[in-house]
């Protein structure tokens, strides 16, 4: 499927994104701790904030993905890859995540951190994800997520704003992450 930006719609196969009455977004995550839960219920929070209306879930509790017209996919990271679900997950519904509205983020410790961005070199495992689904944006957040509160909202922002005009990449005017 192939996501297409007409006017102020997304387009998705069949479906039409309409962001005037708000995308519907799943923020969906896996994690053995607290710190990538946070990150998600505070992308949330800044979708929610800009109209959009958004389910948190882990990747074990996900459901009804059709019923979604973007994703936000997170992992906590251990040994440079995600956890064993989240890459399952992200495998087993490649075909429904290609081409369509998703961004990536991952929670890992601070000596994973390279100016707000994945570093390329981090992981194999996470680059062949990438590549698999195409995300729009992939962010690295480090454990200490209060610290992090204004790159995550700065975040939350760009992606409700992209999913706002109808674009398939960020809109002019939103620059990339901030160094960290």
Same mark, same amino acid.
């Given at each position: ?23 519907? /977004?799943?923020?969906?995550?896996? @994690? ?7 990150? %998600? ?21 996900? /459901? ?10 997170? @992992? ?32 890992? @410790? ?33 454990? %200490? /997520?209060?610290?992090? @509160? ?31």
């Amino acid at each position: 499927m192939q996501t297409m930006a007409t006017g102020l719609d997304i387009r998705w196969g069949d479906r039409v994104v309409r962001p005037s009455a708000g995308a519907r /977004v799943l923020v969906l995550y896996a @994690s053995t701790g607290e710190s990538t839960p946070l990150v %998600a219920a505070r992308l949330a929070v800044g979708l929610r904030e800009r109209g959009h209306r958004v389910d948190v879930s882990t990747c074990d509790e996900v /459901v009804g993905l059709e019923l979604y017209d973007a994703l936000v996919l997170g @992992s906590e990271v251990v040994g440079r890859e995600w956890l064993p679900e989240a890459d399952a997950f992200v495998r087993s519904n490649a075909g429904g995540l290609t081409g369509r509205p998703v961004w990536m983020f991952s929670v890992g @410790s601070p000596s994973s951190r390279h100016g707000g961005l994945l570093s390329r070199n981090e992981s194999r495992g996470l680059r062949d994800l990438e590549h698999l689904i195409g995300p729009q944006d992939t962010r690295l957040f480090t454990d %200490a /997520v209060e610290r992090e @509160s204004l790159e995550l909202d700065g975040w939350a922002a760009r992606i409700g704003e992209t999913l706002r005009e109808g674009t398939s990449k960020a809109p002019p005017g939103f620059p990339a992450a901030s160094p960290g």
